[in-house]
């Protein structure tokens, strides 16, 4: 199976740009996904990224992709407070193995 | 279009009875997905289900079961229910199997509280 870590907590000020750090071990995935929870919710995907890019920009997020390091970044410019959440690394399933594997998310907290 | 809907969403059970969730993917998916999220264990894999088959397994002990219909709704079991089953029981629907550029779509959860 797929090792997927990340960073536990971040803080982040109202406005600054918040970057979430992820590593994995397979590097066979076709999709790496970012997934939003907020409290008392299911997850909410919020990008992805297919693995032969190296970047990908939608609105103010942007998600790098390192294959070689098996690193995917996601940036979030211009935080807000509804930004405060848990944020999710999924590579996507790999070879024979059909699910997803979640890092242990990172609570992002967006303060004034 | 509607989303993935998990019923019930909230339950509240005693040791050692026996629960059935129910998840109703997005029209058209074909990929059922179960997960089970606890603060100490994070999101863990339960099965996943495509034509009716089960495709894939996590490692959780038999007392977790589950089936897909052929309308692609899905349920999950547990029988003799512990307090360590106490979770968020979150289900996803895809596509396909191996994932798209749509990923995987996740219902709200049901809250399963085991007393």
């Known amino acids: 199976g797929e090792d997927v870590e990340q960073s536990l907590f971040l803080s982040v000020r109202e406005g600054d740009s918040s970057v979430i750090n992820c590593t994995y071990t397979?590097?066979?995935?076709?999709?790496l996904y970012w997934y939003k929870q907020e409290p008392g919710a299911g997850l909410q995907l919020l990008t992805y990224i297919f693995s032969n890019m190296d970047m990908k920009q939608d609105q103010r997020l942007t998600v790098l992709l390192n294959k070689k390091d098996k690193h995917l970044s996601l940036r979030i410019a211009d935080t807000q407070t509804g930004d405060s959440a848990i944020y999710f690394c999924?590579?996507?399933?790999?070879?024979?193995?059909?699910?997803?594997?979640f890092g242990a998310g990172t609570t992002v907290t967006v303060r004034a | 279009k509607a989303g993935v809907t998990q019923t019930p969403r909230y339950l509240i059970k005693t040791r050692g009875q026996q629960v059935t969730l129910s998840c109703s993917p997005i029209?058209?998916?074909?990929?059922v997905s179960w997960y089970q999220q606890t603060p100490g264990q994070g999101l863990q894999f339960l099965f996943e289900y495509f034509s009716e088959t089960q495709r894939n397994k996590g490692n959780f002990p038999g007392r977790f079961s589950g089936r897909q219909f052929s309308n692609s709704r899905s349920e999950m079991n547990v029988s003799t229910l512990e307090l360590g089953d106490s979770a968020l029981y979150l289900c996803?629907?895809?596509?396909?199997?191996?994932?798209?550029?749509?990923?995987?779509?996740f219902g709200s959860g049901t809250r399963l509280t085991v007393v």
């Open positions: 996803a629907s895809s596509l396909a199997l191996s994932g798209t550029d749509y990923g995987y779509t």
């Open positions: 029209s058209g998916h074909r990929s």
């Open positions: 999924a590579p996507g399933p790999c070879s024979n193995d059909y699910k997803l594997s």
């Open positions: 397979d590097s066979s995935s076709t999709y």
